[in-house]
């Protein structure tokens, strides 16, 4: 994972592919559900939640989330027996008990059956978010990369050093080639018109010399996607666009 800044100014958690972090919330309060999945949402992460156990298993079976919220008391099952039923679907995902229970046993407990973390009800939601920021970081599902990384999939573009590389191989770019990159690397999985890419790369436009965005893009994919899965993709009528090989 990276991180970058939002326009408030907080600093967010992104996925390898630059989408947002995923995060299952299991709690059979509906009202709770909602307030933490508000907060976790103006993050800027994908939220979805589960009011029980068999609902959080096919949840996360779906999902996949980065990180799960787990109440201890569920209706169908405890969260204890429901975090072993997790951790087959997902070994290493970081899980944060919510419970109302103080007792130094009841968090041994928990901890010891393999949750991450514990915060007892009440609680405020700033120090959940903190909490499940840690998690996520240290599990190492998000790791602080420079301001000037760009990373999508397995492509990583330097914006200080100008060094790009695919896959741990280093790939030599011409200043044109690196600045059409970079444009398309920061909106990644997003159709650029050939216009909107004049106009970044290029600073003006040229007019009826627009195929000069198509010479470009070739070069780009000569370089990029040679013998490894297609990451730039044409849309046609549309533009261009990046995303992780798949």
């Known amino acids: 994972m990276t991180t970058t800044t939002s326009p408030q100014g907080r600093t967010e958690l992104l996925r390898p592919d630059r989408t947002p972090v995923r995060v299952l919330v299991v709690d059979d309060e509906d009202s709770l559900t909602e307030l933490l999945s508000m907060a976790l949402r103006y993050e800027g992460w994908e939220v979805r939640s589960a009011g029980d156990g068999a609902g959080a298993v096919r949840a996360a079976r779906e999902f996949r989330p980065d990180a799960v919220i787990l109440d201890v008391m569920l209706p169908d099952m405890d969260g204890l027996t429901l975090l072993g039923r997790l951790r087959r679907e997902l070994s290493d995902v970081p899980v944060l008990f919510l ?26 939601l700033e120090e959940v978010v903190a909490r499940l920021r840690g998690l996520i970081r240290r599990s190492g599902t998000a790791t602080a990369r420079g301001e000037s990384q760009l990373v999508v999939g397995d492509l990583m573009l330097d914006e200080d050093s100008h060094e790009v590389s695919r896959g741990g191989a280093n790939i030599h770019l011409t200043a044109t080639e690196f600045e059409l990159l970079r444009f398309l690397m920061r909106n990644p999985r ?17 007019g009826g010399q627009a195929n000069v965005v198509e010479l470009y893009i070739s070069y780009l994919r000569k370089k990029i996607d040679a013998g490894r899965t297609p990451m730039i993709h044409t849309r046609r009528g549309a533009g261009y666009l990046i995303k992780p090989g798949e």
């Open 99 to 124: 419970t109302a229970r103080d007792s130094v046993e009841d968090r041994i407990a928990g901890l010891t059956a393999g949750g991450d973390d514990y915060v007892t009800k009440p609680f405020s």
């Open 190 to 206: 997003r159709v650029l018109s050939k216009a909107q890419i004049l106009d970044r790369v290029w600073n003006y436009d040229f």
